[in-house]
Structure formats: structure tokens, C-alpha cells
């Protein structure tokens, strides 16, 4: 008997829809791009390239202040199930993953992480007896501080009966991070024709496309148990830390390597490519392996290779855009803090978008709209 077909799975389907969530960026942007004249009254100003990017800048004088703030999402729905299900706790990777969904906003500005925030909402203060878990939550977050070198400053632990489901938390980050000098700045001004783009390998899902993986275990036949590859489930190899990038962008200074720009690829995926606002094509000519998990993801799910590239990492996490000379240098460094890097694509004049030519995919400026 041949096996039954997959019914597709789409990232909208699993709860997630960008066509409703985007537009409320957009307007968010805007109005709060009319509060930037305050600044003026403490003698600072914004910088107004950094509006839609993934950190903000304010230039206070001999140099420039980055801040961010991102929760993690529902990871830790996953992290719940598989302790119901192994008795294991892994709220020490799910830290990592909360500052690693700050911390890697913040540097594509250019910026060097200063100070982490903590906020965990649990739904009851009942969350916070699971000493164990507690206890890993705590270290997994000084141990990440530690990776990024960054001061853990303080944070909020409130307890939201009623507006956080009882047993849950929800955990949040915010980062604070310094240009200096102020020529490390990364918004992309120097971008352009030429340059090369060097993806930094991810860890796997790292934490995003969550709700999708959720849903999937759902129709898996041992759910979260079942084996994505020989000796690794599902649950974990979606509960793989995900990698802090921070080491990396700062070993490139150190180096002498001058980033343009740089993306983090969260979120609609390679399309994040096409972040910047600047009408450039960018051409991929290498592809990363696609780490088991994802590539489990997409067969279950049902996804072409666009909706996938579209959706998830597909085991690129950071883009970085540099002087074709910078390339290989700029993979060096990487690799030499653990990360696996690859000189994938060029950056190309023309109308925007985005050509993964090994897998026959296009992207335009159309397919991500964040300003």
C-alpha cells in the first residue's frame, strides 16, 4: 500500500499570519517615528535609518545607544511538553533562546551588547516552586550573558493569573548595547553592488516557527517523540539552543572586517534578505545544509522549497553583507568561534529581490513589507 499523502500544513494554518500582523508594525512605526523630536529636548537624536530596522539607534553625542526588546514566543510550550513527557527540564537552552532573540536583533546594527533585561510572566507564582526549573532558567540566562558578555541588569518576574495561562510563562527580553566608534555603524549606507553575503549556520529552528512545529506534532504519530533522525525526536531537536551571534560580530571587528549591513533571519525567513530598503537584487549561490529538523519540517508540512525559505532559517540564522574582499576573512572568523559559515550570494544592482538559484526560488520586495 503506498503511503497517504501529506495534506499541507501552511504557517497561517498554524495561527501565524504576517498579512495581519505586519500592518500594525507599520503603523506602530509610524506613529512612534513622530515621538523622536523628544530627544531633542535631552540635546540627542534618533537616527532615523535604524526606523524598521531590528534594533533602534539614538545618537547621544561620542556615541551611538542600540536597544531592543523581544519575546520568545511559544518555545517554552514545547519545553513544557517534553518535561511532562521526559521529566527533563531544558529552561536552560530556552534562556539562551530569549537573549539570543535580543541580543541578535541588537547587533545587526553594529552595535556591542551592554545590558540585558529579564522579563517572566508566569500565569500563577505557583510556576516559580518547580525549584529545578527555576534554578536552570536562572543559569542558562547568566550563562548566556556570560557567551555575549554582556551584564545581566535586572529584570520583572510578574504573576498574571488571568492574562497568562496557569502553568506557563512567557518570557521576554530586552538589550541595551553601545556603537563605538561610531563608524561600526550597520544601517546599510555602504551596502551595494559587489558585495558578498557570508550566512552564518543556525542551530535549527532556533525560535521561530514554533507555532508551526506545534501544529505538526500534533499529526505526528508519536508527536513530539517521534524520531526526526536516528537517536534525535522531534521535541529535541526543536528545543536546540539557538546560536548568539554576538561572539562573532565582535571577533569581525576585532579582526579589521567592516560589515555593511547585516539580518538577522528570524521571521519570514531568506526573505529577511531583502530587509534593507535600497531597490538591490541579491543573488544566492550556495545553500546551506538544511539542519534534520527543518528539513523534517518542510516534508511534514508539505512546503515547497518557497514557502519553506519563506517561513524558516533553513539553517542560515545571520546574514552578513560585506566587501567581496572581506568574504572569506569574514567566514574565517566565524569558524574560528564555532560558527559555520559559507560566502553564499553576491548583492547585485537591478529591482529588488531575492534569487536562490540552486532551488529555482524568487522573493521581491513585495514578499516583506516592514515599513
Excluded at 498579512?19 to 523630536?37: E, F, G, N
Excluded at 518555545?75 to 527540564?89: C, F, I, N, P, Y
Excluded at 531544558?90 to 533585561?117: E, K, R, Y
Excluded at 510578574?158 to 563605538?180: F, H, Q
Amino acid at each position: 500500500m503506498s503511503p497517504s499523502p501529506i495534506t499541507p500544513l501552511s504557517y497561517e494554518q498554524a495561527g501565524v499570519r504576517y498579512d495581519l500582523i505586519d500592518p500594525l508594525k507599520v503603523a506602530a512605526q509610524r506613529a512612534a517615528a513622530a515621538t523622536a523630536s523628544h530627544l531633542s529636548a535631552h540635546g540627542f537624536s534618533e537616527v532615523e535609518a535604524s526606523r524598521g530596522e531590528s534594533a533602534y539607534v539614538v545618537d547621544v553625542g561620542p556615541f551611538y545607544l542600540a536597544s531592543i526588546v523581544e519575546c520568545l514566543g511559544t518555545k517554552t510550550l514545547v519545553a513544557d511538553e517534553m518535561q511532562r513527557l521526559t521529566g527533563r527540564s531544558t529552561f536552560a537552552a530556552i534562556a539562551q533562546d530569549t537573549i539570543a532573540m535580543s541580543v541578535n536583533d541588537l547587533i545587526t546594527v553594529g552595535a556591542t551588547p551592554l545590558v540585558v533585561q529579564a522579563y517572566w510572566a508566569a500565569g500563577g507564582s505557583e510556576w516559580f516552586s518547580d525549584a529545578e526549573r527555576a534554578a536552570a532558567l536562572v543559569a542558562g540566562w547568566k550563562a548566556a550573558c556570560d557567551t555575549c558578555q554582556v551584564a545581566w541588569g535586572g529584570g520583572e518576574t510578574p504573576a498574571l493569573a488571568g492574562i497568562v495561562e496557569a502553568g506557563r510563562i512567557d518570557l521576554a527580553a530586552s538589550c541595551t548595547g553601545l556603537v563605538k566608534p561610531k563608524s561600526r555603524l550597520t544601517l546599510g549606507d555602504k551596502l551595494g553592488p559587489g558585495d558578498n553575503i557570508v550566512l552564518l549556520a543556525s542551530s535549527g529552528i532556533h525560535a521561530n516557527g514554533l507555532s508551526l512545529a506545534r501544529k505538526l506534532a500534533e499529526r505526528l504519530p508519536q508527536g513530539y517523540l517521534t524520531e526526526v533522525e536516528p537517536g534525535l525526536n522531534f521535541g529535541d531537536a526543536l528545543l536546540a539552543p539557538t546560536t548568539l551571534y554576538s561572539p562573532v560580530t565582535e571577533a569581525l571587528w576585532a579582526a579589521g572586517v567592516r560589515v555593511h549591513y547585516a539580518a538577522n533571519i528570524t521571521g519570514h525567513g531568506w526573505r529577511k534578505l531583502l530587509r534593507h530598503p535600497k531597490a538591490l537584487s541579491y543573488r544566492i549561490h550556495t545553500v546551506p545544509p538544511v539542519p534534520p529538523v527543518l528539513r523534517f519540517m518542510q516534508q511534514q508540512a508539505g512546503h515547497d522549497d518557497a514557502e519553506a525559505y519563506g517561513t524558516l532559517n533553513m539553517g542560515a540564522g545571520f546574514a552578513l553583507y560585506v566587501h567581496a574582499d572581506d568574504a572569506e576573512r569574514t567566514v574565517e572568523v566565524a569558524q574560528a568561534c564555532g560558527v559555520p559559515a559559507w560566502v553564499a550570494g553576491e548583492v547585485l544592482a537591478g529591482d529588488k529581490q531575492l534569487h536562490i538559484e540552486p532551488l529555482g526560488v524568487r522573493f521581491s520586495g513585495q514578499d516583506l513589507q516592514l515599513r
